[in-house]
């Protein structure tokens, strides 16, 4: 069902944004499509995606369920000479790069006109990353794919709480024709202007939900998670506990500094929530408390999952380095995957396939796209405050090829900013279902005025 409603789309207009829950197939099924167009005479396809470990999903989904297409991959392993061989010149049926890696293949005048010339199908997996307009990806998606007769953006969570997160994701495949020809449209069909000190602010009208919903079912493929009857279930928990009596005096100080002077107020988000993740941050090194609840929560928390392999996101570098020590003081056998790493192959294949128990993954490099089903626990050490990337995140173990139920648990210290952040995630999700599902009706007046 998949492929057909992306081929009856493709087939009656080529450019459209696929919005499938994650773990549904969409890979599968674009790689699909993509070897039908080539059978039929398009040109060679160029596949986006977010960082290195979504390269050796898309290459080893095409090695079990597509060998017969012609893939070249830009991963980290090769020189900056052999990607742009690869890219530019190698006759395959579609090369794999990520954004970043775009952004570097692109540098100059006569590579615009020679990646147009190459390519004429794009494929933007986890389109979201680029949903901003006025980064240098985006207006490099756009101008080389100008000319393409396919456009296809695929994602799962095409929102969180910004609603203007939509326009750039679907400009770059259909260049208007949904939400307008520029941001400025799209803002004045659906935001109401707000003057104030700090300039100008666009505020989302609830009154508008449906008619934005309508738009986006017309211009969009959408399948999602409850059209599906053999996935096991997703279980959402909470495990709570307290700070102890010194991260409570820390986070009091830091609010107080905060009151006084203005200027220190974004900082202090920061430093609240490090100091309830057990750190602080003096004359730029991080000094370890004597004590961590958070990391006991999470310790106390792997005695009940016992030998199941489990996924564990974090937010801060240090919390990663001191999960990973507890974790085999204890008799696991974790593996790291974090920004800047290299050969992240190895790792996904430590765990998914070898001996590892758990992965602990730093949220911004491990959210998009790696198909994790070996596992049925994930474990949110620090709340994550952007939605979007939630909702990546825990569908990592959720998945075609799933067996068990999947156990999602976040760690939250009570009386801080933790509940704060689980309130605007439940906005977040309340935005989307409204938006994009057409579900809800947005009746709180905090999810609008909050944007």
Request: with cysteine; charged share 25%.
């Amino acid at each position: 069902m998949l492929f057909r409603s992306l081929v009856t789309a493709i087939y009656l207009d080529c450019r459209c944004l696929w919005l499938a829950d994650m773990g549904l197939g969409k890979t599968l099924a674009a790689l699909t499509l993509l070897g039908w167009m080539r059978k039929i005479g398009h040109g060679p396809a160029l596949v986006l995606v977010p960082n290195a470990g979504n390269v050796w999903e898309w290459l080893s989904q095409r090695n079990e369920h597509c060998p017969h297409l012609q893939i070249a991959t830009l991963d980290e392993r090769a020189s900056s000479a052999q990607k742009r061989q690869r890219f530019f010149e190698t006759d395959v049926d579609f090369v794999v790069c990520t954004y970043a890696g775009l952004r570097a293949m692109i540098k100059s005048k006569e590579d615009y006109v020679q990646a147009r010339k190459r390519f004429d199908q794009l494929y933007a997996d986890e389109i979201t990353y680029i949903r901003n307009k006025s980064t240098k990806t985006h207006k490099i998606v756009r101008d080389i794919s100008s000319a393409w007769l396919i456009r296809v953006g695929m994602t799962g969570a095409p929102l969180g709480r910004k609603p203007e997160a939509l326009w750039g994701q679907f400009y770059i495949v259909d260049r208007g024709r949904t939400l307008g020809k520029n941001l400025g449209q799209f803002r004045a069909a659906f935001f109401k202007k707000l003057d104030n000190f700090f300039g100008t602010t666009w505020v989302f009208e609830k009154r508008n939900k449906r008619k934005l919903n309508s738009l986006i079912r017309c211009g969009s493929i959408r399948y999602s998670k409850e059209e599906c009857t053999d996935l096991p279930r997703k279980i959402q928990m909470t495990r709570r506990f307290s700070l102890t009596i010194e991260q409570q005096r820390l986070i009091s100080k830091i609010i107080i500094e905060a009151e006084r002077d203005p200027l220190k107020a974004s900082a202090s988000f920061v430093r609240c929530r490090q100091v309830g993740s057990g750190m602080m941050v003096v004359n730029n090194e991080i000094i370890r408390l004597k004590k961590n609840p958070r990391l006991d929560a999470l310790l106390e928390y792997m005695g009940d999952v016992r030998n199941a392999k489990c996924i564990i996101f974090y937010k801060f570098i240090k919390s990663g380095e001191w999960i990973m020590d507890k974790l085999i003081e204890i008799g696991r056998r974790p593996v790291g995957l974090h920004g800047g790493q290299r050969d992240k192959q190895s790792v996904l294949q430590e765990f998914t396939k070898g001996d590892a128990t758990d992965i602990v993954i730093q949220i911004q490099s491990g959210a998009f796209g790696l198909n994790l089903q070996c596992a049925h626990y994930v474990v949110f050490y620090e709340p994550e405050t952007d939605p979007m990337l939630r909702r990546q995140a825990e569908d990592r173990p959720h998945r075609f090829g799933q067996k068990e139920h999947v156990i999602i648990t976040d760690l939250i210290a009570v009386k801080t900013l933790d509940e704060r952040i689980q309130m605007f995630q439940r906005e977040g999700r309340d935005l989307h279902a409204a938006i994009v599902e057409g579900s809800v009706f947005l009746t709180d007046e905090s999810i609008v005025d909050k944007l």
